[in-house]
């Protein structure tokens, strides 16, 4: 695709439940983040790929959050046992990673993740 | 631990103004520094990436500078415009090429 696509676009669950979100990145960008952006507070890193690998994951908040990357494509992040401050956008970016390039990040639309 | 900074929080202009949206950060161990501008309820969108080695990146009425041993960047925009409503937000990349570490932005608005 053109771009990074996320999906669910929505995601609303009850808390204890588990979810999955899941990033496809662009096409042939071998690196690729999770960020999640709260209410009222600024964009935080969780974690980074690059191929399937996990260089930093130094983000996670906790043990119930983990993710994955199969193929160096698709990305999917799992929650488990959600609470009501998990609620928040959850964004995914990949970068091409040239050595000695830019490496510009390019960002998905976000899943928006409401837990009652 | 890296720290961004973004000043002002808030901005109101009116139409065709020349404005400048400020960025500092702590560790001058960087990879690079990206703007992006996020729209309500929408993702970020990519404006202008300046490498560790570069000062300024221009695209169209966007000039970015970047001064790593004051740890500071400016984003500059000439002849505002209503669309040019949003908020801008500083990422600062480590040295590892791996995390970005965002500010809280800029809520730019711009009345016609």
């Known amino acids: 695709g053109a771009g990074v696509s996320q999906s669910p676009s929505n995601k609303v669950t009850e808390k204890g439940k588990d979810v999955e979100l899941r990033c496809d990145p662009i096409s042939g960008h071998t690196a690729l983040y999770w960020y999640r952006q709260s209410l009222g507070q600024g964009l935080e890193f969780l974690i980074y790929f690059q191929g399937n690998s996990a260089p930093d994951k130094s983000g996670l908040p906790s043990d119930r959050f983990s993710a994955e990357r199969t193929g160096g494509s698709v990305s999917t992040l799992t929650i488990q046992r959600t609470q009501q401050e998990d609620s928040a956008v959850y964004l995914c970016?990949?970068?091409?990673?040239?050595?000695?390039?830019?490496?510009?990040?390019?960002f998905g639309p976000g899943t928006r993740l409401t837990v009652l | 631990k890296q720290e961004v900074t973004q000043i002002p929080a808030a901005l109101s202009v009116p139409e065709g103004e020349n404005l400048v949206l400020n960025c500092s950060f702590t560790d001058s161990a960087i990879y690079n520094l990206q703007w992006f501008r996020q729209d309500p309820g929408k993702g970020l969108t990519s404006l202008l990436l300046?490498?560790?080695?570069?000062r300024e990146q221009t695209s169209g009425r966007l000039n970015a500078s970047l001064d790593k041993s004051s740890g500071r960047s400016t984003l500059y925009i000439a002849a505002s415009q209503p669309g040019d409503s949003a908020t801008y937000l500083c990422?600062?990349?480590?040295?590892?090429?791996?995390?970005?570490?965002f500010g809280d932005g800029t809520t730019l608005t711009v009345k016609p």
């Open positions: 300046i490498q560790s080695s570069q």
């Open positions: 990422a600062v990349r480590g040295p590892n090429a791996g995390k970005s570490t």
């Open positions: 970016a990949s970068s091409l990673r040239v050595a000695g390039g830019p490496d510009t990040q390019y």
